[in-house]
């Protein structure tokens, strides 16, 4: 479950208050997105945006089949969350940003650690060095 800590909340009824060409807002797996500005960028125009505007979209969206590239840039324009909608593992868009978070603070974990040299010796050194003196003092 990711709360999207820190995101906007709106209802649908707040959502369909924006539904013309100079203010469009739609919502798309939970995430409430103002697309005013992308009208103009979308690949099949901003008609078909204008005409879900203020409503739960994810059905249509999903249904054109769009690419990952399309699915990474609606999380350009969200502004907030849907109140109510329960984010988990399935959804895809909230992964992409769990994710990313994971990558970044495992690089952070391995650049910042200073334990690696110490732990191989511990972990290999030590042990051998010990079975080296075992076998010593029991053949030799
Ligand atoms: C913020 C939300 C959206 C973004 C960022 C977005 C982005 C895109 C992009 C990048 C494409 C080019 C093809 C691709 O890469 O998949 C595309 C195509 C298209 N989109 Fe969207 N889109 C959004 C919402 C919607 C919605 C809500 C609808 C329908 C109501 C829609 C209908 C279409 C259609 C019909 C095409 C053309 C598909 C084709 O030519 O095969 N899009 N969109």
């Not at 500005?37 to 999903?62: C, I, N």
Request: aromatic content about 14%; charged content about 25%; proline content about 2%.
């Amino acid at each position: 479950m990711c709360k999207m800590a820190g995101q906007k909340t709106f209802t649908l009824s707040q959502v369909a208050q924006h539904r013309s060409k100079k203010d469009c807002w739609f919502v798309i797996n939970g995430r409430v997105l103002d697309v005013t500005k992308f009208l103009d960028e979308h690949p099949a125009g901003g008609e078909v945006l204008v005409e879900v505007a203020g409503k739960d979209a994810t059905r249509e969206f999903s249904n054109i089949g769009h690419s990952k590239e399309a699915q990474n840039l609606l999380l350009k324009y969200q502004v907030g969350v849907l109140q109510g909608h329960a984010f988990n593992e399935a959804d895809k868009y909230a992964s992409f940003v769990e994710s990313k978070h994971k990558e970044m603070s495992a690089f952070v974990i391995k650049d910042d650690d200073k334990m690696p040299k110490y732990q191989a010796f511990l972990e290999f050194v030590l042990p051998l060095v010990f079975t080296g003196f075992y076998f010593g003092y029991r053949y030799l």
